[in-house]
């Protein structure tokens, strides 16, 4: 089983809860991750890893793994399989030479997208000396990271990474900051002192929440998630229905659970809070909007909040 990897100020928060609550639930381990259910590679990364470290699945945008290092070891993690925290594995390193070809090569690419593990887990120094060699890319124009950080170890945005974000948003067209989090109650003084020093470097907030069973799989949870995101000018920006991880089937449910609390969330948020509900089609398909995947062809319906279908010329 995954080890647990939690920073200690979050395993007082997970014993202040009442048993197994959407804290403890993400992050402590669980008997029922010997389920065999599932895939090892849910969203089939392996077929569209171009190199070591480089999934190229879209045609404008590619995800860079320069880690498998995270802050925490998220039960339901869709990389589970892959996040490697054993001293040994840190030293992963890809072959920047291939990288740097394969991105000269590919001038559709406009997009870099560090992910991993946690990019932040890489040294101010690795993270500079990457940043360095993209800026040799004249087609790259956006720059973004998908991390966890600052809700898990905020005080890894000292003044040197900020500065790094600062010249990098210059640099480029614009770099996103992409927070993973799923539970308001995640959230406290120190991660928003953390987001607030981070937008002060001009760098685009973005937040990205996995659906998950008995975490934040009801109406209010999610409203209070995404409307406090928002008053802090973070824009949700994808639910993503939660990837058939083996181990993580106690996390699963149902497309239509999702589509029902999407559809009650419009009468709770405006359209600007509501992120898009998005699945990734096993075996590397990519991601649909989860609302509504089963065709492009138009049914001839519309279903509304309640479930009602209407006809629709
Ligand atoms: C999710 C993902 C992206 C990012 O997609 P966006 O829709 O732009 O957020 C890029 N590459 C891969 C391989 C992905 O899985
Ligand atoms: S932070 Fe992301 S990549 Fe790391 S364990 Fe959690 S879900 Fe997985």
Redesign the pocket.
């Known amino acids: 089983m995954t080890p647990l990897i939690l920073p200690n100020k979050w395993i007082e928060k997970c014993q202040g809860e009442n048993g197994m609550g959407p804290l403890s639930k993400q992050f402590l381990p669980d008997d029922q991750e010997s389920n065999a259910e599932g895939y090892y590679d849910p969203?089939g990364?392996h077929n569209?890893q171009v190199l070591d470290g480089l999934?190229?699945?879209?045609q404008n945008?590619?995800?860079f793994m320069p880690t498998k290092v995270c802050p925490v070891a998220c039960r339901y993690c869709f990389r589970k399989h892959e996040i490697e925290n054993e001293k040994d594995q840190q030293l992963f390193s890809p072959d920047m030479h291939s990288i740097l070809h394969y991105l000269k090569k590919h001038d559709e690419i406009n997009?870099l997208?560090f992910s991993g593990g946690d990019p932040f887990s890489l040294s101010d120094e690795k993270l500079q000396d990457y940043l360095k060699q993209f800026k040799t890319i004249p087609h790259l124009k956006w720059i973004r990271f998908h991390t966890r950080y600052p809700s898990m170890i905020p005080n890894r945005f000292r003044e040197r990474l900020l500065n790094i974000l600062t010249e990098t948003n210059n640099y480029f067209s614009g770099v996103s900051i992409v927070l993973h989090i799923n539970h308001w109650d995640e959230w406290d003084q120190e991660v928003q002192d953390c987001m607030d020093k981070i937008s002060q470097t001009g760098c685009n907030l973005l937040s990205q929440t996995v659906l998950l069973k008995g975490v934040n799989d009801d109406v209010d949870s999610l409203t209070t998630l995404f409307s406090n995101l928002a008053f802090h000018i973070i824009r949700p920006?994808?639910l993503h229905h939660p990837d058939l991880i083996r181990g993580g089937k106690h996390f699963y449910l149902s497309l239509d659970t999702g589509r029902k609390l999407m559809h009650q969330l419009r009468d709770k948020l405006p359209g600007w809070m509501i992120p898009q509900y998005?699945i990734?089609i096993p075996g590397g398909h990519?991601?649909v909007p989860a609302t509504n995947s089963d065709s492009q062809l138009f049914q001839g319906y519309l279903i509304d909040r309640t479930g009602k279908t209407h006809p629709y010329p």
């Open positions: 969203i990364d569209h999934i190229h699945r879209y945008r590619v995800l997009e997208i920006y994808y998005i990734d990519g991601k």
